[in-house]
T-cell receptor
Framework: GDSVTQMEGPVTLSEEAFLTINCTYTATGYPSLFWYVQYPGEGLQLLLKATKADDKGSNKGFEATYRKETTSFHLEKGSVQVSDSAVYFC?????????????FGQGTTLQVKP | NAGVTQTPKFRVLKTGQSMTLLCAQDMNHEYMYWYRQDPGMGLRLIHYSVGEGTTAKGEVPDGYNVSRLKKQNFLLGLESAAPSQTSVYFC?????????????FGQGTRLTVV
């Protein structure tokens, strides 16, 4: 079945370091891909998305490119801040059974130290 | 601008007790979802609704029931709580089921069953 796999955490970085969180997916057809972020004590918020191959989603200095050939959607940021500490979820959505449901990866915890 | 509101935010139940979690959205969204979040497993879909008066099972529906009597509300019920239902529950809503539509999440309900 369809699935999303993320790199295991926690990821611990110093402020201003470069961030990569790996995400790969398995799905038939042409899914849309999303990154959601969950700050401590809060619900999930959409960070960025991409709807077709080679699209690049970007927001708040974060970027991810939809790579169909490698079935990947890795999240990157050039210089992380303490305020980026959160749990990051990669997810996909397919046109399937009219549900609009999201399929999530297991989440990656990012800790940024001053 | 409330968005998606979940009540309660925290709850402790004894095994065998029942309870209802309420999700309310003020964005006139058709689609609503209940997910559970467990460590290392991401978010898994429990039940969902594609419109007022409709409900359907997700990946992990056993032990839960839902109702969508009004478009803005989606209720999740536990008839006889079990320790395996200890989790964080998230409600989400979206305008439609198109591939690039954003899902909006509530802040979550942390449920402990003892």
């Amino acid at each position: 079945g369809d699935s999303v796999t993320q790199m295991e955490g926690p990821v611990t970085l110093s402020e201003e370091a470069f961030l990569t969180i790996n995400c790969t997916y398995t799905a038939t057809g042409y899914p849309s891909l999303f990154w959601y972020v969950q700050y401590p004590g809060e619900g999930l918020q959409l960070l960025l998305k991409a709807t077709k191959a080679d699209d690049k989603g970007s927001n708040k200095g974060f970027e991810a490119t939809y790579r169909k050939e490698t079935t990947s959607f890795h999240l990157e940021k050039g210089s992380v801040q303490v305020s980026d500490s959160a749990v990051y979820f990669c997810a996909l959505r397919k046109w399937s059974s009219n549900t609009g449901k999201l399929i999530f990866g297991q989440g990656t915890t990012l800790q940024v130290k001053p | 601008n409330a968005g998606v509101t979940q009540t309660p935010k925290f709850r402790v139940l004894k095994t065998g007790q029942s309870m209802t979690l309420l999700c309310a959205q003020d964005m006139n969204h058709e689609y609503m979802y209940w997910y559970r979040q467990d460590p290392g497993m991401g978010l898994r879909l429990i039940h969902y609704s594609v419109g007022e008066g409709t409900t359907a099972k997700g990946e992990v529906p056993d032990g839960y029931n839902v109702s969508r009597l009004k478009k803005q509300n989606f209720l999740l019920g536990l008839e006889s709580a079990a320790p395996s239902q200890t989790s964080v529950y998230f409600c989400a809503s979206s305008y439609d089921n198109s591939l690039n539509t954003e899902a909006f999440f509530g802040q979550g309900t942390r449920l402990t069953v003892v």
